[in-house]
């Protein structure tokens, strides 16, 4: 069965470092997404990708951020300088298109120190 | 008001027992529905869609009332694998069904 991939599975990171999160969707999909979820928290909208282009993008996802389909099979979520409160578990999710399930990736989960 | 709202739990219960979850949504426009299950530190899966007429698969059965803003999941003859965090999903017109909007999640724990 298809399934979306992401890499790598713990991050560690010092404080004001730039990471990339890098994630495979399924090959046919179509829509990728971006979710965080801070510990013990629910998990958070950050980012919808379409036709090479963000689609719609949440008041999280700001200036540090950034997302990239740098060939026809990686998607990745940038975050420029980590800050501490960054430290979460990050979801890529792809989907066939609106409407369709969206298919979660296992997580990167992002320690900040 | 949170947009989705999940009585946290737990909610532990003997092997066999029926339970069900409860979740309330804010805004209106919402449009599609949906139960996930989430395992300890692992990514949301999704266990079924949620449909007007309500409907089934299997032990599961999901129930939405779009006048009380209401979707309930009723688990019948629970199995230890059953215990997990249930997050209450949806999505909104506005945004093009693109984004999920999730509960905090219900755990559930299945004793035997």
């Known amino acids: 069965e298809p399934e979306v991939t992401q890499t790598p599975s713990h991050q560690v990171t010092q404080m004001g470092q730039e990471v990339i999160l890098r994630c495979v969707p399924i090959s046919n999909h179509l829509y990728f997404y971006w979710y965080r979820q801070i510990l013990g928290q629910k998990v958070e909208f950050l980012v919808s990708?379409?036709?090479?282009?963000?689609?719609?993008k949440s008041e999280i996802f700001d200036d540090q951020f950034s997302v990239e389909r740098p060939d026809g099979s990686n998607f990745t979520l940038k975050i420029r300088s980590t800050k501490l409160e960054d430290s979460a578990m990050y979801f890529c999710a792809s989907s066939q298109g609106t409407g369709y399930e969206q298919y979660f990736g296992p997580g990167t989960r992002l320690t900040v120190t | 008001r949170k947009e989705v709202e999940q009585d946290p739990g737990p909610f532990n219960v003997p092997e066999g027992a029926t339970v069900a979850f409860n979740c309330t949504y804010s805004?209106?426009?919402?449009?599609?529905f949906f139960w996930y299950r989430q395992d300890c530190r692992k990514e949301p899966k999704l266990l079924m869609s949620?449909?007007?007429s309500g409907n089934e698969d299997g032990r599961f059965t999901a129930q939405l009332n779009r006048a009380s803003q209401y979707i309930s999941l009723l688990i019948r003859d629970s199995k230890l694998s059953d215990s997990a965090t249930y997050l209450c999903v949806v999505t909104l017109w506005n945004t093009g069904f693109q984004k999920l909007v999730f509960g905090t999640g219900t755990r559930l724990l299945v004793s035997p």
């Open positions: 949620v449909y007007s």
């Open positions: 990708f379409y036709n090479n282009e963000i689609s719609e």
């Open positions: 805004n209106s426009a919402s449009q599609s």
